[in-house]
């Protein structure tokens, strides 16, 4: 059975800004963002990857016809081939009823409460009703699915079905938060032989989003919402929550059946609904590292401790002793890691595809295993952890080509796999920043190696001159350490995790650590860490060993390619502009150490 999931809408970003650009809605702040296409073979994931990578439009929200065509391609189908597409949103009648009723009781005014029960309809018919996306699709693809084959997702069960798929289909308990679904924000329950049961009662409308209100409370501090979330996380590393904190105390309401609301109920249409309020509890906003980090850090609290209150619940609700956490809040890094500790759970799982980059994933997930087809001998079959590397990859012949693109301006030398590690290893143990480019793209927001910025993290000034001169980004901004799986627990406070392959939980360096890798270290003394195996990244598993065999240093900073504003690099083309643009000290593109001419 051939399965092909996709998230995008061609017209989503234009209605927002015609209909709804007055309400403080940010372009990143739509539906359909972190557009993708996903393909599921007889219950094997063969191809995913994120729009913004080939159309090179950071998040977008876009129809993904580039991520379609190549997943197509990357398999050697057709649509013809395919037996089941799958959306992840499933907007219906009674969703766009729903939502309408609750605009009608809202304290807008009249004429404002009119014009957005239109909008709504408008949006509805125009852009995610089941017409419309069909139509979408073949407007966009020539192609026009048989209904019969189309599956439509609830967005929060694609979110839990990415989680429970990318982890191996045990059986788990899931918690999905983010900045709202269909209708809602929140929701937990079980996943058991690929069935999913709701807890219906613990779910949470959008009026109660925790997504959204830390994406307000990011657009306060003058950044980009649902796109710089992890800007007021890295700010909250500066200052200890105030106390009493005005967000616990005010504003953050806990119920007994496991669910919180807002003493103030969001505007889910408008970002600023809550800025006096802000201005109320912290004084008027101040551009200064204080006040930011301060606000940030009462967020970053708040947010902990209403998802901990979820998980508390969660526990009396279910005897299963693994649980899933999926969701945009779920890359809220900070919290993961007191989350699972304070928690009975004997493992706690966040994919690489948490946020709405894997649901693409989760929706033919989903649709396959929801297909009265599939056999429980097929999910064994299927059931093993998923590599994160699942993108485009480039061969000899398109490295040569795009470097030929660039004669005169760069000078590439082709080495073998052992010569590429004894030689990275030796540049490293300078101070000197790479860029690192090999096999498949990895999916997700975050650079896990393949398409990778990184150096040594003993020199003491390495993470201002990469967030100054390379990525051109804020300095308060940590990078991550690579790190042996094996030897992570040794530098690392791990607790009761023992690895961390995705960059989705935060630890504290023991302290006699600290001086040793100060480029890998924020400023509350933690790091957010990819653990690394021979089997996962076996090149650069291998640096990594040569590069401590030579330095005694135990990790190697590792952050994006990419600058502020564009999308991790994708092909050769990609990573040599990239390269040219910035003050990248040298290039490594499959087998091809590349340095800049004089010129």
């Known amino acids: 059975m051939i399965v092909l999931g996709c998230n995008g809408f061609s017209r989503v970003s234009e209605f927002f800004s015609e209909r709804l650009g007055a309400t403080g809605i940010n372009k990143h702040y739509l539906l359909g963002h ?15 990857v994120e729009e913004e990578r080939l159309n090179r439009e950071k998040k977008t929200t876009d129809f993904p016809t580039h991520a379609i065509d190549w997943c197509l391609e990357e398999a050697g189908i057709t649509f013809d081939d395919v037996d089941l597409f799958a959306f992840p949103w499933n907007w219906s009648p009674q969703i766009l009823g729903e939502i309408q009723d609750g605009i009608r009781m809202s304290p807008l005014a009249e004429d404002a409460k009119s014009q ?3 909008d709504m309809a408008d949006l509805f018919g125009q852009v995610v009703s089941h017409e419309a996306m069909l139509a979408d699709f073949e407007a966009r693809t020539g192609y026009r699915p048989d209904p019969a084959k189309v599956r439509f997702v609830p967005h929060h069960l694609a979110h839990a079905t990415t989680g429970y798929y990318l982890a191996g289909m045990k059986d788990a308990a899931f918690l999905v938060s983010d900045g709202r679904a269909e209708f809602f924000s929140t929701l937990t329950g079980e996943i058991r032989d690929g069935r999913i049961t709701v807890f219906d009662d613990t779910a949470t409308g959008a009026r109660y989003s925790m997504g959204t209100l830390f994406s307000s409370i990011t657009r306060f501090l003058g950044f980009v919402p649902n796109n710089d979330e992890y ?12 106390t009493p904190n005005p967000f616990l105390d005010n504003l953050l309401v806990l119920h007994d059946d496991g669910r919180y609301t807002f003493t103030k109920p969001l505007q889910t249409d408008n970002l600023r609904s809550h800025d006096a309020l802000f201005e109320e509890y912290f004084g008027p906003f101040e551009d200064t590292l204080e006040y930011t980090s301060r606000v940030s850090a009462a967020a970053q609290e708040m947010l902990n401790v209403a998802t901990a209150h979820q998980v508390r619940h969660l526990e009396k609700r279910t005897d299963l002793d693994r649980l899933l956490f999926e969701g945009g809040v779920a890359l809220n890094c900070l919290n993961n890691t007191p989350l699972f500790e304070g928690s009975r759970f004997e493992d706690m799982q966040v994919s690489f595809g948490a946020s709405d980059t894997g ?10 295993l929801g297909d009265p087809g599939t056999e429980p001998e097929d999910i064994r079959a299927a059931s093993a952890p998923v590599s994160p590397y699942l993108g485009p990859a480039y061969d000899e012949a398109a490295i040569e080509e795009a470097l030929e693109g660039f004669t ?8 073998d796999d052992d010569e590429v590690v004894e030689h990275l290893a030796k540049l490293l143990t300078e101070k000197v920043v790479i860029g690192y480019f090999e096999g498949r793209v990895e999916h997700g927001p975050r650079a896990l190696g393949h398409r990778s910025i990184i150096a040594n993290p003993g020199f ?3 993470k201002d001159i990469i967030n100054t001169r390379v990525k051109h980004r804020e300095p308060f901004r940590p990078f991550a350490p690579l790190v042996l799986e094996e030897q992570a627990p040794k530098i690392f406070e791990m607790g009761r995790k023992t690895s961390s392959p995705y960059m989705t939980f935060v630890f504290p360096v023991r302290d006699e650590y600290k001086d040793r890798i100060p480029g890998a270290v924020h400023v509350d003394g933690t790091s957010r860490i990819q653990t690394l195996t021979d089997e996962g990244t076996p090149r650069l598993t291998a640096l990594l060993r040569k590069f401590i065999e030579l330095t005694d240093t135990p990790c190697l900073i590792n952050t994006s390619f990419n600058v502020a504003g564009e999308p991790i690099v994708c092909s050769p083309t990609d990573a040599l502009n990239c390269f040219l643009g910035t003050e990248i000290d040298y290039l490594v593109l ?8 004089a010129n």
Do not use: C, F, Q, S
């Not at 800007?231 to 105030?242: C, E, H, I, N, S």
């Not at 649901?359 to 396959?368: D, L, N, P, V």
């Open 590 to 597: 499959g087998n091809h150490l590349v340095t800049k001419t």
């Open 408 to 415: 005169g301006r760069v000078t590439a030398t082709r080495l």
């Open 231 to 242: 800007k007021v996380m890295g700010l909250a590393g500066y200052a200890d929550p105030p």
């Open 116 to 118: 957005l029960i239109d």
């Open 359 to 368: 649901i693409t994933i989760g929706a033919a997930a989903h649709a396959w």
């Open 460 to 462: 003491d000034d390495i």
């Open 34 to 48: 972190d557009a993708a296409a996903a393909l599921l073979v007889d219950g094997r994931l063969v191809a995913a």
